[in-house]
């Protein structure tokens, strides 16, 4: 599982370094297709990026039907304190990033978990390790077209989500899939463009607004 999650992470990863040495792309019909296909592809609008869940269903209490309600969690915070003009782009900049990437890392969480359980049907190495090159090629073709699309800041907060939702800090994974000599280029790769591999998500520090965003986008309420 180690070694699977760190393939199919690393490959997000070095796409989305990559991504840096890119320029982004001009908006119009070019980035903003009527038909598009990925959350990224599409401006965010008004409409919450996670839908919240809510389940209505009957049951039986005491020989009586009674009707339940199962419904996501709702978060109440404080309002957010801006001090200024340049505060309050920088937030609204920071909710449309998470839109647009949170998508993409809880994708590659859930790649993880699919491919690990097919895995598990698969009867000998020889078939496993083919199946998991075509999990890499796919992979490879598959997201970094999608991450030339994403800006220098919305491939670095990139990073740090798909580090949120693997519970693996970026450098560890290439490292134990690549090895310390890949690994240490892809850290010096990314410090050249001022981000950092190793670096933690920190939900209760530096990355508290961050975490309060992310929450709310996933329960629907942002």
């Known amino acids: ?32 297709k009527k038909a598009a296909l990925h959350p990224e592809d599409v401006e965010p609008s008004d409409k919450p990026n996670m839908v919240p869940t809510v389940r209505v269903g009957k049951a039986m209490l005491d020989g ?21 003009a340049k505060q309050q782009q920088s937030y609204n900049r920071l909710v449309r990033n998470v839109k647009k990437v949170l998508p993409i890392a809880k994708e590659c969480n859930q790649i993880i978990i699919e491919t690990y359980e097919y895995l598990q049907t698969l009867p ?49 994974i290439l490292k134990a899939f690549m090895g310390p000599i ?25 990355d508290r607004l961050t975490e309060r965003v992310v929450l709310l986008v996933e329960a629907g309420q942002l």
């Open 1 to 32: 599982m180690k070694s699977i999650r760190a393939m199919l992470i690393s490959l997000a990863l070095c796409a989305a370094i990559s991504s840096y040495a890119q320029q982004p792309l001009a908006g119009g019909a070019e980035t903003l």
């Open 182 to 206: 890949r690994a240490g280029f892809w850290q010096a790769f990314a410090w050249t463009f001022g981000a950092s591999l190793k670096k933690k998500y920190k939900p209760d520090t530096t």
């Open 124 to 172: 000998d190495k020889k078939s496993k390790d083919a199946h998991m090159k075509r999990v890499e090629d796919d992979i490879y073709s598959t997201y970094k077209p999608r991450m030339k699309k994403l800006t220098y800041s919305q491939g670095k907060l990139l990073i740090k989500l798909i580090n949120r939702e693997c519970n693996s800090p970026s450098y560890d």
């Open 64 to 84: 009586d039907s009674v009707l339940f309600m199962d419904m996501s969690n709702v978060y109440c915070y404080p309002p957010v304190t801006l001090q200024s």
